[in-house]
């Protein structure tokens, strides 16, 4: 099954973007970038065009309708530094040139055959994909990190690993019909009562988060870790609402923030991820 929500691919969309526009990461970016899980690819064929980068990027995508979708996606626009192939991003990686890798790896956690979605399932603790991409080494990994998914071990493992956190974007999102899926929801519940699951009763936070390997480089990892704290203290994840003809609802629509890295300090000041940065409409 490939997985496709407008409001979070636009937002890996801008984090790839930003990537790809941040001068002192073109030194490594030079040698082309990895990507897991492309999908549809629309958002990094979105990111590169506004960019106008010409960093060449290599996606794998398990899924073969949606790596043929993605074929057909990148042919209709000028791109020459995009390819996606039928394959698995792991099997790749060991004798890939490449030293950056992106994506937005699945991280709905669900015990093992709980989960209505498995493709979309990230483990137990919904962080197992995004721990073993880091476990791969590379020297940059920009990656989407969920507040339900136990973002400060993903914190932490990235540490323990020789990463630090340089740069990332946070944006809030509501709960999908994925997130309510009994299985998930459930593990949730479990995964909030052990403090590594942040969230409010509609909605969490997602982050696009830039780890390098270097020792030299100033690690934000404990500002991003109380942002991401902040997404909220609910205990279960609340029912959808009625809407008024039937349809159900998650939070009420209106514009939220995205707090990006070089905001920490006010974000950290404020409290709460949704007080600083430029108010963007958000919704799943």
């Given at each position: 099954?490939?997985f496709?929500d407008?409001?979070?691919?636009?937002f890996y969309g801008?984090?790839?973007?930003?990537?790809?526009t941040?001068?002192?990461?073109?030194g490594?970016l030079?040698?082309?970038?990895l990507e897991i899980g492309s999908?549809?690819a629309?958002?990094?064929v979105?990111?590169?065009?506004r960019s106008?980068?010409?960093?060449?990027?290599?996606g794998?995508?398990?899924?073969?309708?949606?790596a043929?979708?993605?074929?057909?996606?990148i042919g209709l626009?000028?791109l020459r530094?995009?390819?996606?192939?039928?394959?698995?991003?792991f099997?790749?990686?060991p004798t890939a040139a490449?030293?950056?890798?992106?994506g937005?790896p699945p991280?709905?956690p669900?015990?093992p055959?709980t989960?209505?979605?498995?493709?979309?399932?990230?483990?137990p603790?919904?962080a197992e994909?995004t721990q073993?991409?880091?476990d791969?080494?590379?020297d940059?990994?920009?990656l989407i990190v969920s507040?339900i998914?136990d973002?400060l071990?993903?914190?932490?493992f990235?540490?323990d690993?020789?990463?630090?956190v340089?740069?990332?974007?946070?944006?809030?999102?509501?709960?999908g019909r994925?997130?309510?899926?009994a299985?998930?929801?459930?593990r949730i519940?479990?995964?909030?009562g052990r403090?590594q699951?942040?969230?409010?009763?509609?909605s969490?936070?997602i982050?696009?988060v830039?780890?390098?390997?270097?020792?030299?480089?100033?690690?934000q990892?404990?500002?991003l870790?109380?942002?991401l704290?902040?997404?909220g203290?609910?205990?279960e994840?609340?029912?959808?609402?009625?809407?008024?003809g039937?349809?159900v609802?998650?939070?009420?629509a209106?514009?939220?923030?995205?707090?990006?890295?070089?905001?920490a300090?006010?974000?950290?000041?404020?409290g709460?991820?949704?007080?600083?940065?430029?108010?963007q409409?958000?919704?799943?």
């Amino acid at each position: 099954m490939s997985f496709y929500d407008k409001v979070e691919s636009t937002f890996y969309g801008w984090c790839v973007e930003r990537l790809l526009t941040t001068a002192e990461h073109g030194g490594c970016l030079a040698g082309g970038i990895l990507e897991i899980g492309s999908g549809t690819a629309v958002p990094v064929v979105r990111a590169l065009l506004r960019s106008g980068s010409d960093t060449r990027v290599h996606g794998f995508e398990r899924d073969p309708g949606a790596a043929a979708t993605a074929r057909r996606a990148i042919g209709l626009t000028p791109l020459r530094n995009y390819v996606v192939d039928e394959g698995d991003f792991f099997t790749a990686v060991p004798t890939a040139a490449q030293r950056c890798v992106i994506g937005n790896p699945p991280y709905l956690p669900a015990e093992p055959g709980t989960s209505c979605a498995p493709d979309l399932w990230g483990g137990p603790r919904g962080a197992e994909v995004t721990q073993d991409v880091l476990d791969c080494g590379l020297d940059l990994a920009m990656l989407i990190v969920s507040s339900i998914a136990d973002p400060l071990g993903v914190l932490r493992f990235a540490r323990d690993r020789g990463y630090s956190v340089t740069d990332w974007m946070v944006t809030p999102i509501r709960f999908g019909r994925f997130c309510r899926d009994a299985g998930v929801r459930a593990r949730i519940g479990d995964l909030a009562g052990r403090e590594q699951a942040f969230f409010a009763p509609h909605s969490y936070l997602i982050a696009g988060v830039t780890f390098v390997r270097d020792a030299g480089a100033r690690d934000q990892s404990a500002v991003l870790g109380d942002v991401l704290r902040a997404a909220g203290r609910a205990s279960e994840v609340a029912d959808p609402q009625p809407r008024a003809g039937g349809a159900v609802v998650g939070a009420p629509a209106g514009t939220e923030r995205v707090v990006a890295g070089a905001q920490a300090g006010a974000a950290k000041r404020a409290g709460t991820a949704a007080r600083a940065g430029t108010a963007q409409p958000v919704g799943r």
